[in-house]
T-cell receptor, first 115, second 111 residues
Framework: AQSVTQLGSHVSVSEGALVLLRCNYS??????LFWYVQYPNQGLQLLLK??????LVKGINGFEAEFKKSETSFHLTKPSAHMSDAAEYFC?????????????FGTGTRLKVLA | DGGITQSPKYLFRKEGQNVTLSCEQN?????MYWYRQDPGQGLRLIYY???????QKGDIAEGYSVSREKKESFPLTVTSAQKNPTAFYLC??????????FGSGTRLTVV
C-alpha cells in the first residue's frame, strides 16, 4: 500500500525567506510523486512531478523538489517566498506499475507568507 | 482552451434528496476521477473511470453513484444514503503519466 505524510499542517514564512514543505512517502513499488497547489475554493494545479527521470525536479513559480529514495522524501522548496505563494499545498503519490494511476494525497500544508 | 468544467460551483441539498454534480472535459482523456475534500483530510477517492462504460469504486464510494456514457462526461450523484455529504468535490482527468488536470470544484452543503 502507498501513503503520503506531510509534516506540518500550517507553515508560516516571511516574504523573501526560504519555503520548505515536507513530504514523506511509502511505496513498495517505484512511485510517481507530485506536488499540487490549491487556492481558496479552486481546484488543484500541478506544480511539479517526479516520474523516475531526474531526481531534482523544477516546477512552475520557482518551486522545485528533490526525490530522495534513501529518505523516502520529496520535499518542496522555493528560495524566496512571495505573497502570492500563500495557498494550500498537497503532495501525492501514485503507483507507477498498476496502470490505474490512483493518487494518494497527503492531508495538505497551508502556507502563510508574512509581510 | 482545453480543460475540465464542473457545475454548479455551489450546491445545496435538502435531507433525503439526491443531487448530481456535473463534470465535463474536452481534453480527450480516457481516465476520470472524483475526489472528496474535507478540511484537514486531504483528498479521498470516490470513484474513477478508465474508459467509457466502465468505472470502479474508490476508497469512499458508499452513498455515491456515477456513470460514464460518454468520454467527455463523468457525473457524480450524491444519494440520500450519503449521511455526511457536505464537502468540496473535485473532478479530475488524466493523460498518463502526466499529473491530473482538476476542475474548479463544487461545494455541496446540506441544508
Amino acid at each position: 500500500a502507498q501513503s503520503v505524510t506531510q509534516l506540518g499542517s500550517h507553515v508560516s514564512v516571511s516574504e523573501g525567506a526560504l519555503v520548505l514543505l515536507r513530504c514523506n512517502y511509502s511505496s513498495s513499488v517505484p512511485p510517481y510523486l507530485f506536488w499540487y497547489v490549491q487556492y481558496p475554493n479552486q481546484g488543484l494545479q500541478l506544480l511539479l512531478k517526479y516520474t523516475s527521470a531526474a531526481t531534482l525536479v523544477k516546477g512552475i513559480n520557482g518551486f522545485e523538489a528533490e526525490f530522495k529514495k534513501s529518505e523516502t522524501s520529496f520535499h518542496l522548496t522555493k528560495p524566496s517566498a512571495h505573497m502570492s505563494d500563500a495557498a494550500e499545498y498537497f503532495c501525492a503519490v501514485s503507483d507507477s506499475t498498476s496502470g490505474t494511476y490512483k493518487y494518494i494525497f497527503g492531508t495538505g500544508t497551508r502556507l502563510k507568507v508574512l509581510a | 482552451d482545453g480543460g475540465i468544467t464542473q457545475s454548479p460551483k455551489y450546491l445545496f441539498r435538502k435531507e433525503g434528496q439526491n443531487v448530481t454534480l456535473s463534470c465535463e472535459q474536452n481534453l480527450n482523456h480516457d481516465a476520470m476521477y472524483w475526489y472528496r475534500q474535507d478540511p484537514g483530510q486531504g483528498l479521498r477517492l470516490i470513484y474513477y473511470s478508465q474508459i467509457v462504460n466502465d468505472f470502479q469504486k474508490g476508497d469512499i464510494a458508499e452513498g455515491y453513484s456515477v456513470s460514464r456514457e460518454k468520454k467527455e462526461s463523468f457525473p457524480l450523484t450524491v444519494t440520500s444514503a450519503q449521511k455526511n455529504p457536505t464537502a468540496f468535490y473535485l473532478c479530475a482527468s488524466l493523460n498518463p503519466p502526466r499529473g491530473y488536470t482538476f476542475g474548479s470544484g463544487t461545494r455541496l452543503t446540506v441544508v
